[in-house]
Every structure is written in C-alpha cells, then in structure tokens.
C-alpha cells in the first residue's frame, strides 16, 4: 500500500476547502515543461537502507504522471502558443527502502506487522511569462511517500483507498497517485490565488502557436528524404504548425552540417522570411538486424530559432521489417515521449 501525504494540505482537506473559495470555472491556457535535471542526481539514503534505489521510487518523482494530471483538468489546457510556462521541478531528496528494521518484527510476525519504506521528495510549480520574461509565481511542497507491505496491510488497504486518494495499493514501489496529490494541493492553490488577485489572470494569454521547420537530416543519402518525410508527416498529425518544404530548401543550404549550430544569417532567414520559431534536425543510422529486419538509431533535436539553444533533443533505437518502417516505429516513440512531457 502507498500513502503519500503534501506538507501543508491538512491531510487532503486543504484542496476540498479552497475548491468552496472559488467557484471559477476558468480554463487557464499553459504550456508545460517538466525539469528532469535532478533524474539523476542520487537522494541520500537514511542509515537503514541500502545503496541501491529502486528505479521505481525514481519514476514516482519524474515519470511525466504529472503532465496526465494537467491534461485531465478541465481548469488546464496546454496550447504551445499560452504565455504562461509551468516548469515542474520534481526532487527526490532521501529514501527509505524496505530493507530496514521493520523487516525484523514483519518476520517475526509473518507479515502482520507491515514492512516499511519511504522517500522523501519535494515538486515546484514555476509559472513563467513568455513576454516579460520572468517568473510570476513559486510553488513548491514537500512530499512524504510511504509503501508498506503486510497482511494487515493487504486487509485493510482497500478500505484506506476508498477513503482518500492519497492511499493507493499496488505490489511494488511504484505509485502514479504521488504526481495526482501534489497536482491538486497546487491547482487548488493557484486557483485560490486567482480568486484574490485579478492581476495573476491577465499573465494567461495566447500568442501564435510555434511555426517548425524540418531541417537537416543528417543520414545516408537513400534515407535522408524519406526520413525527413516521416518527420513531417509526424508532426503535421499531432498539430504543429510546419513550414513548407519547398520553402525551407531555399535556406536549407546555409543550416546543413553547420557544427556551430545556426549563423546568424540563417536565423535571420528564417525567423524573418518563413516565421520559423523552431528548427528540427535528425542524425539517422540504419543497418541490418537479425530475421531480415532493420534497426534504426533516431536523434531527434528542436533549436529556438531566436536564441539558437537547444529545446530539446530525443534518442531512440528501433526496429521493423523495412528501414522505412523501422524510422518510422522510432519516431512514434519519440513523438510519444513529446506528448507525454509536453514538449510540442
């Protein structure tokens, strides 16, 4: 069984009592932005626990669960062109596993005294404007998430998660429901502010949606043009604006194996002759498999035109029974792992 429990939230009733402050149903257009930079930074064991963490404690902090909470909000709904960025800052701070001293009277009890393990961790909301370039608000809560094993437990457990949200059970260390808990403590929170500060709405507004160019397709020469159809034919089905092809040929020459990444020149052209705010490039291997198929290493990279940084960048290998299908299995996954993180 999980419990999970946000410093500050009253035990769930803090959500409930701010959901009668403000009645509002507005729906705040957001572009989302999930920071993994502490994935891997390793969290402090307590003195009863092992080296190892499991990697399933790590994913309850930074699976991209709390991007699914956005999406099924209806007071949420993520357009590439609101001004408003939320940056999600998860952290996983120290951990407990179950190897510890409660292992000694589970034994001892066979299982009726539960077993034991946490982790302690922290998630920050950062709510930034486009325009002004700066940030609006902080959020940040502590989180305690707590896994115990038992009979008593697996008794009683499902008459916890009937109860409150924040017990769920599951048979390992995973548990999605940590993501959904922090995300209610701080839409209940937002939402409360915005009932008491009217300037706080007018931050969330809509520009014009991102325009993409697909670029340079670093690969052999029978691949680069089918995978650059690929590319666009993914794109264009999940809604994002592209450029012309023919139009992007005619500076495609000045980005091409550039290894200092876009001159200036090539920037000008393109934010101001084809309104392209993003570039994407791919590097694409191709070679035999086994049972006459195919393996395809993809790397997928997006650069802000204005700045020349890079947004993003995607690696996958894959496999089909074509070199066509195998691209195009890889850049599924890749399209995936965008919408999953908000990326596009």
Known sequence: MHQVNVEGDLLGAAPLLKSF??????????????????????????????????????????????V??????????LDSGANVVIIVRPELLEFTDKDNLTQIPFFLTLGTFPGYGDTKGMMGFTLFDR???????????????????????????????????????????????????????????????????????THFTIGAKPVYAIGPVEAEEDYAISTRRILEGHFVRSGAIIVEREQMDL???????SQS?????????LGHQLNVDRLVSATLTVRPAYSSSYDAHLTVRCISVETNRILWSIEVEDFGLSPESAIDRAMEEIMQELHTKARI
Not at 21 to 46: C, F, K, M, W, Y
Request: without cysteine; charged residues 30%.
């Open 131 to 201: 325009k002004r370039r700066e940030i609006i608000k902080e959020y940040r809560y502590p989180v305690k998430h707590r896994f115990l094993v038992g009979w008593a437990i697996a008794l009683a457990g499902p008459v916890f998660a009937l109860v409150s949200e924040r017990f769920s059970m599951s048979s390992n260390e995973r548990n999605p429901d940590l993501s959904q808990v922090v995300f209610n403590q701080f839409e209940a929170d937002l939402r409360s502010d915005l009932a008491r500060d009217e300037t706080l709405l």
């Open 68 to 77: 699914q909470s956005f999406r099924a909000s209806r007071h949420f709904r």
């Open 251 to 257: 500076v495609l020459d000045e980005l091409a194996h």
């Open 261 to 269: 990444g876009l001159t200036e020149s090539a920037r000008n052209r």
């Open 21 to 66: 402050e403000d009645r509002s149903d507005e729906t705040l257009p957001i572009q989302l932005h999930l920071d993994e930079a502490g994935r891997n930074v390793r969290p402090a064991p307590t003195p009863y626990s092992e080296s190892y963490i499991n990697r399933q404690l790590v994913a309850n902090y930074f699976s991209g669960d709390i």
